[in-house]
């Protein structure tokens, strides 16, 4: 390794020495090799020359008069603070008892007498490397500090802007339950929730890969695409597909995004999940008192191209106050002082010693103290219940123009055939048609969820001939699900109708809405005999229907399936 | 041959480096070696003894006078232990020593002054 040669540079060098003869030498060594010299000659002297004047490095004879060496290093190395001013004790001292003292005052280095100009030489050279050294390091240090500030002032700008763009949508809703750190962002935890039109509830627990700005950057462009879908009707997988093309998109190869999504439904009574590389989730059934776990089946979103992307979801049925639990591998991975991870056994353990539902976050929460000593900054949780459908209120819908131009009188028909069936979810569509009626806003919620109902009567019962009993257990939902998958991706024939008619009567309006499909049909009669179910697991949706919209009716053998909605003038 | 009591070469490195400022330096240190055998004859406490002795022991040996170094040695290191009778003993051999090598600084400072008039400079 060869050395490298620094450039000479010319030191402000104190020459601290009681004998003038001594003095007047080493003045002229000194300054014969290139350096400025002060002189003092006592102790006090040389605090004082140095107070003012701040020479580099200090050459200080160890017995003089008035403050001796030992005591003058010691204030001038008070004075010079952070700064290193490196300290030659000039001395014959021989005892090694006068050596030892030299440098617990604080001197760097001592130079015997007689003076030898090449030992000189060669020691004030290696102080002033040492010299340069601290002030390097307290440069970088300083530089160092500036940046960190400068970086922590752009997460908060960042994070500003985040919650503007994400909201915390309906994360305050009275059925869930969340923890989250207020820089979870950073670690690239992400939670959202929000209202479907239909009154069901989409939630999505993120994790990005990486930490600082990279990760929050990503969770914009999905947090848009999450509220606006959501918003606009669409189910899990458009979602999940536009999602994970978005990022794909956007995102570097090797940063990517665990989720695990849900669509609650009050309504239906029913959970879907999907889980792309997140820890299990835990559905809770509170009547046997199991947990089914929600485990990934799928990539994380930003990783497979869309045409490898598998947005199927799995469905299990809830009953009131059921309880779906996710959390993010913050707590999985939380280690205690020897590297051991708290793992899933310990979370099992909290959920077996469980008693009250309510209190299993902050049971959760103590035994991750307990085991660790000190929170983690990435512990993400969220507990989102299933209430009763009336106990749920969204919130209606803001709109921005003022219905000066809506359509009043008009009437459009669709006909979805097997290739649309298979790939095409209608229902945003034909929603945001509808709510350009001024008149209808205000009942978009069961617009959508009358919609909704009839389409998939129409497709699952109708087109795809699939048997609503079977959903009357956890087993047979399950079975319904992956059969309708199943028969969906083998369609070859078949469609549904929808016709949508408008008129005005009176101040108000009238929608009508006609949904026909090409099965088998089935016997209206009968289904309309049987009482309401309490526990809402099968059945065509009949009586909700009936609820929400007017006038309803089925004809043709069951194909055809027609309701009203009504509106009055406008205040 | 070497000279027990001044360090010739000694004086050829100390001209080399101090150059015109030379015979200042002669100057100074018999001035201050003055001073300090004055010191010496008058200091009754050994503290005081003992450090003007190790100074004096300093500058002797910046200039190569050897003997002289030496003595000062010893008195700095009896200057605690030994009787006053002792140290008056040792005080009078430097008187002695300093006596012997102050005319030798003389001529050496003599000699560099007139080899200055005399060497042409260009």
Redesign the interface.
Known sequence: MTAVQTPFESLTVLIAE?????R??LS??VR?QGHEVLTAANGAEAVEVFRQQRPQLVLMDA?MPVMDGFEAAQQIKALAGETLVPIIFLT?LTESEGLARCLEAGGDDFLA???N?VILAAKIKAMDRLRRLQATVLQQRDQIARHHNYLLNEQRVAKAVFDKVAHSGCLNAPNIRYLQSPYALFNGDLLLAAFTPAGDMHVLLGDFTGHGLPAAVGAMPLAEVFYGMTAKGYGLSETLREMNAKLKRILPVDMFCCATLLCLSFQRRSVEVWNGGMPDGYLHNIASDERTPLTARHLPLGVLSPDTFDDRTEVFPMAVGDRVFLLSDGVIDTCDANEQLFGVERLHQVFTANRQPEELFEEIERALRDFRGEARDDVSMVEVSLLDATQMRPPTLVYSDSGQSCPLDWSVSFEFRAASLKRFNPLPYLLQLLLEVHGLRAQSGALYSVLAELYSNALEHGVLGLDSSLKRDALGFARYYQERNARLDALHSGYVRVHLEVVPTGEGGCLLIRVEDSGKGFDIARVMERPAENVRLSGRGVNLVQQLGRNASWSDNGRSARVEFFWDALA | MDDPHLNRDVLVALQEVMEDEYPVLLDTFLADSEERLSLLRQQKDAGQLMETAHSFKGSSSNMGAVRLAELCNKLEHRAKISPRSDLQNLIREIDLEFAFVRPLYEAERERSLFEKATVRRF
């Open positions: 009681d004998s003038a003869a001594d007047l030498l002229t060594i014969r017995m014959s007498k007689p003076y100009q």
